[in-house]
């Protein structure tokens, strides 16, 4: 193995896009295990919803009306894991998920 050097210059914007690129990952691994598809477009899509979405319901509702509904348990899942990796008990739009830069809190 080959040693790993932390690079003393990284700032926050760079530590934000690694959050963003595994939450990405995540996020259609999990889609891969419900839906048997695991597409890194998808996993946008449904990262930009749910930093604009509020609670868990109001992440449902907006996928359904843009057409995407998914299995509660698997709303679920991605509304918990968002917000989790975004380090909120809600889906706020935070910077580490290059979402907008307005965060909702209850």
């Not at 193995?1 to 896009?17: F, K, Q, V």
Request: one cysteine or more; hydrophobic letters at 40%.
């Amino acid at each position: 193995l080959l040693p790993i050097r932390i690079m003393a210059g990284h700032n926050a914007e760079d530590t934000s896009a690694l959050v963003r690129i595994s939450l990405l990952s995540k996020i259609a691994q999990l889609l891969e295990n419900h839906l048997g598809v695991g597409d890194k477009t998808l996993a946008e899509f449904l990262l930009d919803i749910c930093a604009s979405s509020r609670s868990l319901d109001e992440f449902s509702s907006q996928l359904h009306e843009a057409g995407a509904p998914l299995p509660p348990q698997l709303c679920s899942s991605l509304f918990r894991l968002i917000s989790t990796m975004n380090g909120s008990s809600t889906g706020s739009g935070g910077d580490a998920l290059g979402g907008s830069a307005h965060a909702h809190k209850s």
